[in-house]
């Protein structure tokens, strides 16, 4: 089972655009690092904050609305996030209780495969293969 950890942001790394210390970037580097000799993390990254960000609305046209951050919520905003591929939930939160946070909330969601969809036909889970093979190999 494959999971997207998330990281929640908040004012200190959003609104202020506070970056981690040399030494929280060691912790971080050091799990990471677990992480990866265990094979369980497909993915890890830190974002930038909302002011550098921007997001699309769509409204019911072929029209796309384009929206400047920084966003009002940090609370609601995501700072970083893991992929990871695990055996089952009991085992991603053995791992993330491990993360070197002292603070926050992390949010875990399991990814969504072909298998959980009803209406995932032979020729879509064919074709969403074909473009999963062609997306790893770049």
């Known amino acids: 089972m494959r999971f ?13 655009g506070a970056q981690p210390s ?27 904050p909302s002011s550098e960000g921007f997001r699309l609305q769509y409204s ?6 384009v929206v400047d951050g920084p966003f009002a919520e940090s609370k609601e905003l995501i700072a970083g996030f893991w992929i990871l ?5 009991a085992e991603v939160i053995e791992w993330m209780k491990r993360a070197p946070f002292r603070e926050g909330e992390i949010e ?8 959980d969809f009803d209406n995932a036909t032979p020729e879509i889970v064919e074709h969403e293969k074909k473009l999963r093979e062609q997306a ?3």
Do not use: Y
């Open 60 to 65: 019911g046209t072929t029209e796309a609305r």
């Open 85 to 89: 591929q695990v055996k089952d939930r």
């Open 108 to 115: 875990i969601r399991r990814i969504a495969e072909l298998d």
């Open 22 to 48: 040399a030494e929280e970037l060691q912790e971080m580097g050091k799990f990471n690092e677990e992480l990866v000799k265990a094979g369980v993390m497909l993915a890890g990254e830190g974002l930038l």
């Open 136 to 138: 790893e190999a770049k």
């Open 4 to 16: 997207m950890v998330i990281v929640k942001s908040d004012e200190k790394t959003d609104v202020a």
